[in-house]
């Protein structure tokens, strides 16, 4: 619907001003967007998840070895 589409636009925006410029505000915002379109069955549990723990790699990236 158009609902759908205006929320996968708003996560299209946040997830790209996070990869632009990865601050704590814009990587929370971008989690609060996902968890919202989680919440209203637009994203399986499991894929927003998966788009959070990446998008907070991007502020404290793991070390690998």
Known sequence: TSLNRVIRDRIKKARKE???????????KLQ??????????????????????RAARRINPQKTT
């Open 32 to 53: 609060s967007i996902v968890d919202r379109a989680a919440k209203k069955n637009l994203f399986n549990k499991a894929h927003a998840s998966r788009v959070k723990s």
């Open 18 to 28: 996070a990869i632009a410029k990865p601050t704590a505000e814009n990587i929370s």
